[in-house]
């Protein structure tokens, strides 16, 4: 799983029926210390996050596991929203 | 699946149920000409590798958790063979495809069949 | 599977519901010398491991696969604390 800032959204009309219903985000990496990192995903969200927000993303086949994506084509969906890094200094 | 090298091992008290019984094998992937790829695996061991042994390592799950024998365990990684000798194409210079394809056809390693039934 | 350093935690209170009540470590891939390579990343956990420690974890679908049968939406779950690594002597490539 990797972090990651919401950057924007994604609108499709025409898609796959079984992603209808489902917000699609653009998810820019961030590294647990936060900085932004290059490239982007774009992510089903099932938690509700909003703009700006730092969240969880799972990606690979696992995404499908998550409650609301089974049998559906996703392969990078937000699991979380992040209300603390905390980081071991020493490590 | 992969070339590569035990280069150690490691101990685990604590660990999934799943790898009891099983040697934890630290295995260096290698290019043909037998350099180092990348960083060292954490591999369970299904053929009884030592240190040193030239491996051939599945990194996919589902070869790798059946190769040690069990389902739906979290596994991605598994020693499968012990690589006696591996051959070449001769130089098919531009062929790229040709020499990743050779090391496969030139293997002889019986235990390396387990984990093609599922 | 990968070696990694338990580098620290991260606390998300909304959450997939397969996530609630899963905790979320920051892991630092690691070689066998302990030194780092690659990107941190999110784990979840099935060992009660803790900060600092070398663990070892595995990636994609089978990292799902110790909440079964809860279904847990993870592609990164630490499956074992290390207690010890043996590292053989470095051997000239045989070719």
Same mark, same amino acid.
């Given at each position: 799983?990797? @972090?990651?800032?919401?950057?924007?959204?994604?609108?499709?009309?025409?898609?796959?029926?079984? @992603?209808? !219903?489902?917000?699609?985000?653009?998810?820019?990496?961030?590294?647990?210390?936060?900085?932004?990192?290059?490239?982007? @995903?774009?992510?089903?969200?099932?938690?509700?996050? !909003?703009?700006?927000?730092?969240?969880?993303?799972?990606?690979?086949?696992?995404?499908?596991?998550?409650?609301?994506?089974?049998?559906?084509?996703?392969?990078?969906?937000?699991?979380?929203?992040?209300?603390?890094?905390?980081?071991?200094?020493?490590? | 699946m992969l070339i590569a090298?035990?280069?150690?091992?490691?101990?685990?008290?604590?660990?999934?149920?799943?790898?009891?019984?099983?040697?934890?094998?630290?295995v260096?992937?290698?290019?043909?000409?037998?350099?180092?790829?990348?960083?060292?695996?954490?591999?369970?061991?299904?053929v009884?590798a030592?240190?040193?042994d030239r491996v051939l390592v599945t990194?996919?799950?589902?070869? #790798?958790?059946?190769?040690?024998?069990?389902?739906?365990?979290?596994?991605?990684?598994a020693v499968i063979g012990i690589i006696?000798?591996v051959?070449?194409?001769?130089?098919?210079?531009?062929? #790229? #495809?040709?020499?990743?394809?050779?090391p496969a #056809?030139?293997k002889?390693q019986?235990k390396k069949?387990?984990p093609?039934?599922? | 599977?990968?070696?990694?350093?338990?580098?620290?935690?991260?606390?998300?209170?909304?959450?997939?519901?397969?996530?609630?009540?899963?905790?979320?470590?920051?892991?630092?891939?690691?070689?066998?010398?302990?030194?780092?390579?690659?990107?941190?990343?999110?784990?979840?956990?099935?060992?009660?491991?803790?900060?600092?420690?070398?663990?070892?974890?595995?990636?994609?679908?089978?990292?799902?696969?110790?909440?079964?049968?809860?279904?847990?939406?993870?592609?990164?779950?630490?499956?074992?604390?290390?207690?010890?690594?043996?590292?053989?002597?470095?051997?000239?490539?045989?070719?």
């Amino acid at each position: 799983m990797t @972090l990651g800032r919401v950057v924007g959204t994604v609108v499709a009309t025409r898609k796959d029926p079984r @992603l209808e !219903g489902h917000k699609l985000l653009l998810v820019k990496p961030v590294t647990p210390d936060g900085k932004e990192e290059s490239g982007y @995903l774009v992510a089903v969200d099932t938690v509700s996050a !909003g703009f700006r927000e730092l969240v969880i993303t799972v990606s690979g086949s696992s995404a499908r596991m998550a409650e609301g994506c089974k049998d559906k084509p996703v392969d990078c969906v937000i699991v979380g929203i992040v209300d603390g890094v905390s980081l071991d200094e020493a490590g | 699946m992969l070339i590569a090298r035990v280069v150690g091992d490691l101990t685990a008290t604590q660990k999934h149920p799943s790898h009891e019984g099983r040697k934890i094998l630290l295995v260096q992937p290698l290019n043909l000409d037998g350099t180092d790829r990348g960083a060292p695996l954490v591999a369970l061991d299904s053929v009884n590798a030592g240190i040193h042994d030239r491996v051939l390592v599945t990194t996919d799950g589902y070869a #790798a958790f059946t190769a040690v024998g069990h389902k739906l365990a979290p596994i991605d990684a598994a020693v499968i063979g012990i690589i006696d000798h591996v051959e070449l194409a001769g130089p098919a210079s531009g062929e #790229a #495809a040709a020499p990743a394809a050779a090391p496969a #056809a030139g293997k002889k390693q019986p235990k390396k069949r387990q984990p093609q039934n599922g | 599977m990968q070696l990694g350093r338990v580098i620290g935690r991260v606390w998300a209170s909304a959450k997939n519901p397969g996530l609630e009540t899963r905790r979320l470590l920051v892991v630092q891939p690691i070689r066998p010398d302990l030194t780092p390579t690659g990107k941190p990343l999110i784990c979840t956990d099935c060992t009660g491991a803790g900060a600092g420690e070398i663990i070892y974890w595995v990636r994609g679908r089978e990292a799902s696969f110790p909440f079964l049968p809860d279904e847990v939406a993870s592609d990164a779950t630490i499956v074992g604390i290390v207690d010890e690594i043996h590292l053989g002597k470095k051997q000239e490539p045989a070719c």
